[in-house]
């Protein structure tokens, strides 16, 4: 069964940074669609960011020229790069691999997998 495997989560305060990334899902890594959603205490899991199989991107506005994403054929691995995090950006942080070929956010792809979630907190 394909895992998606999540690294990077912390307690940083605002103006900080942080990557996460995510390993998986293994050999069929390139056929999918990558994406990080955030779900926020009491709220749905929004996705945030979404790279498409040729690296291709696409952000949610409230991340835009903070956040990047990219990934790493050669490991299997999609990061997420967050520069000068805000406390609302609080909270758990889901990777997911999604069908379809380019990075569209809306609507946002079909997950087939997800990873396990690591908790994100940015104190003001």
């Known amino acids: 069964q394909a895992q998606l495997v999540e690294s990077g989560g912390g307690l940083v305060q605002a103006g900080d940074s942080l990557t996460l990334s995510c390993r998986g899902p293994?050999?069929?890594?390139?056929?999918?669609?990558m994406g990080w959603f955030r779900q926020a205490p009491g709220q749905d899991r929004d996705l945030v960011s979404v790279?498409?199989?040729?690296?291709?991107?696409a952000y949610e506005d409230s991340v835009k020229g903070r956040f990047t994403i990219s990934r790493d054929g050669a490991k299997n691995t999609v990061y997420l790069r967050m520069n000068n995090l805000k406390p609302e950006d609080t909270g758990v942080y889901y990777c997911?691999?999604?069908?379809?070929?380019?990075?569209?956010?809306?609507?946002?792809?079909?997950?087939?997998?997800w990873g396990q979630g690591t908790q994100v907190t940015v104190s003001s």
């Open positions: 997911a691999a999604m069908d379809g070929i380019k990075a569209i956010m809306n609507p946002p792809p079909r997950v087939g997998y």
């Open positions: 790279i498409g199989r040729s690296g291709d991107t």
């Open positions: 293994g050999r069929d890594f390139s056929t999918w669609v």
